[in-house]
């Protein structure tokens, strides 16, 4: 029942923002929702919309408040992301690394192709430059929790390919650790085969989609 009511009056409350939130399009005078008007209704909503870390966020954020590192709230959540999203997008523009915007999440996709050479976890040579770049963003805009994923195709054994996705996953944490990313504020997880972008795989193409680490960056709210 506590629950429900708490849930209730963050709804209410966002609704209520919703009309102040939304921008018109000068061209079109369509109506929608801005990032940084969606930052103030889901830190209305005091978080239900958003997914959990790895390991929770109890241990991170004391961890994260230790390390002198304040919260973000209300509409400067979404404005905060949409700076880091701009210099993200901007840093790997053309090296095959996606950046998807989910809420005020963001999630940097890298094929393990321009990562890790065939069954191996140290990072090429050839894609250090790019994670350079977004190590020093990510230790830029500090405010927030960042989640390490490492996920495999089907090739092998359940156990290897557990295996070498925690490694890999491992091996980016390290990575961005020693050039000034917090470790405070990562977690990291092997997904294994478990967790496909394509099923079922038919082809070498389907294989290299599912073959990736993924960086998740959650804003640290207050």
Excluded: W
């Amino acid at each position: 029942m506590k629950l429900a009511k708490t849930m209730t009056a963050a709804l209410l409350a966002g609704t209520l923002m919703t009309t102040a939130a939304c921008t018109t399009n000068p061209e079109t005078g369509n109506r929608r929702l801005s990032n940084t008007g969606l930052g103030a209704i889901l830190g209305a909503a005091g978080g239900y919309l958003l997914g959990d870390i790895v390991g929770g966020r109890n241990s991170r954020t004391e961890s994260i408040i230790g390390a002198g590192i304040g919260a973000l709230g209300g509409a400067a959540v979404g404005r905060y992301m949409d700076q880091q999203e701009a210099e993200l997008r901007r840093e790997t523009a053309g090296t095959g690394v996606d950046v998807i915007r989910q809420g005020d999440d963001l999630i940097l996709r890298m094929p393990s192709g321009i990562t890790f050479a065939y069954n191996r976890f140290d990072i090429q040579p050839q894609f250090q430059s790019t994670l350079n770049e977004v190590a020093q963003t990510l230790a830029q805009y500090d405010q927030s929790y960042i989640d390490i994923y490492g996920h495999t195709d089907t090739t092998g054994s359940d156990d290897y390919n557990q295996r070498l996705s925690e490694q890999r996953a491992n091996s980016v944490a390290d990575y961005l650790s020693a050039r000034g990313v917090a470790r405070a504020r990562m977690g990291t997880r092997g997904f294994g085969e478990t967790q496909p972008l394509v099923a079922p795989e038919q082809s070498e193409a389907d294989r290299a989609a599912n073959r990736r680490v993924e960086i998740k960056v959650v804003p640290f709210r207050g």
